[in-house]
C-alpha cells in the first residue's frame, strides 16, 4: 500500500504510536490480546481512508488520527466477534484470539474495544461522528445476523449476499470516508460522495476478499484458503454457479454444505466447478464495476495529491494478495 500512503506516512506513524495511549486500561490482560491482534500485521486500509478523505476535505487538525484509531479499533472488535461465531483458527498468518486465549476473552475483549471507541468519540464531543458512527455499529451486527441466518443456504440470492456485505464490510468503509468529510466541515453533498466513495469501496474489497478465499494461498492469505467454504458462506462466486451451473454441479455443491466436515478433495471439486462455470471471472467483473462507480462519486472534488492517492487505492483493490 505505500503508493498511496507516502504522502500520509507521518499521520499513521503517529497513529501506530497513539493507539497504545488511546487503549489504557488498568487490566493488563486486555492490552495483550488487545495488541496481539492489532499489531498482527493489518493493512489499516480504514485508516488510511479515514487520512486521505481528511486531508481532501482540507482539515489541518489533528483529530484524525484519534479517529483513524477508533475505526480500527472498531473493525478490531468485529474480527474478534466474528472469529468467535466462525470457529476461526487463523487470521493474518497467526492463531486468532480466540484460539490462543478462547471464545469469553475475544468476545469480551471485542466490547471493551467498542465501548472505548465510543468513550472516546463521546469525549471529543462531535456527535455527526457519534452519529454516523452508531448506525454504522447496528448495521455491524445486523450483518453478522444476517450471514448467520444464510450460513449453508443454497437459496441465497445475489440480493441478500450484498446486503450481508454491505453491512458487514461496506458501510465502515463509508464511515471512515464520511469522518473526513465531517471534520473537514464540507457540505451535505460532499459528505454523501466520500460515504458513497467508502460504500462502493468496501463492496469491492468484500468481493476481492470473496475471490481470494478460492483462488489465493494460505501462506499469502493469511487464513486458510477454502474457509468461507468450510463456514457455509455462500458467496458471490458460489451463487453466479449455483444459478448458472448444470443440475449435476448445482447438486453436488449443495451436497458439500450438507456434509459435516469438507475435504481438500471437496474443495478442490468445487472451486473446478467455480472456475468451469465463470464464477471468479464473474466476482472480479462485479468488482471491478463497483470500483468504477467508486471513483466516479469522487468526481466533485479538484484535483490534489490526496485525491489521487484515493483514486489509485481503489485500484489496489484489484491487485491485492491478502
Not at 458462506?233 to 456434509?259: C, G, M, R, W
Amino acid at each position: 500500500m505505500s503508493g498511496f500512503t507516502k504522502i500520509i506516512q507521518k499521520d499513521l506513524d503517529k497513529l501506530e504510536s497513539s493507539i497504545d495511549g488511546l487503549l489504557s486500561t488498568r487490566v493488563t490482560y486486555i492490552k495483550e490480546i488487545v495488541t496481539y491482534i492489532i499489531r498482527s500485521g493489518g493493512k489499516r486500509v480504514r485508516p488510511v481512508l479515514v487520512m486521505l478523505c481528511s486531508k481532501l476535505c482540507g482539515y489541518r487538525g489533528k483529530k484524525h488520527i484519534a479517529y483513524a484509531a477508533i475505526i480500527e479499533f472498531i473493525h478490531t472488535a468485529t474480527l474478534l466477534h466474528d472469529d468467535v461465531v466462525d470457529n476461526a483458527e487463523t487470521r493474518r498468518g497467526l492463531s486468532t484470539v480466540n484460539t490462543v486465549w478462547g471464545n469469553e476473552p475475544s468476545v469480551l475483549v471485542g466490547d471493551f474495544l467498542y465501548s472505548r471507541s465510543f468513550e472516546l468519540m463521546s469525549r471529543d464531543g462531535n456527535n455527526e461522528i457519534l452519529k454516523t458512527i452508531s448506525q454504522v455499529t447496528t448495521a455491524l451486527s445486523e450483518g453478522e445476523i444476517l450471514e448467520i441466518i444464510k450460513t449453508a443456504d443454497v437459496g441465497t440470492t445475489e440480493k441478500d449476499y450484498y446486503e450481508i456485505i454491505g453491512n458487514k464490510t461496506a458501510v465502515l468503509f463509508g464511515a471512515a470516508c464520511e469522518i473526513g468529510a465531517i471534520l473537514g466541515d464540507r457540505p451535505q453533498n460532499e459528505r454523501k460522495a466520500l460515504r458513497n466513495f467508502g460504500y462502493s469501496l468496501g463492496i469491492a474489497f468484500q468481493l476481492m476478499d470473496d475471490v481470494l478465499d478460492y483462488t489465493s494461498y494460505n501462506d499469502v492469505l493469511g487464513k486458510h484458503v477454502g474457509t468461507d467454504l468450510k463456514e457455509g458462506k455462500l458467496t458471490l462466486p458460489l451463487i453466479h454457479v449455483l444459478k448458472n451451473s448444470s443440475q449435476t454441479d448445482a447438486a453436488y455443491i449443495e451436497s458439500i454444505f450438507a456434509k459435516q466436515k469438507i475435504t481438500r478433495r471437496d474443495f478442490s471439486r468445487v472451486l473446478k466447478i467455480i472456475e468451469k462455470n465463470g464464477g471468479i471471472a464473474y466476482t472480479i467483473d462485479a468488482t471491478e464495476k463497483h470500483l468504477n462507480k467508486a471513483k466516479k462519486h469522487l468526481d466533485i472534488f479538484p484535483s490534489s495529491q490526496y485525491k489521487k492517492a484515493l483514486l489509485e487505492l481503489a485500484d489496489y483493490m484489484l491487485k491485492r494478495e491478502m
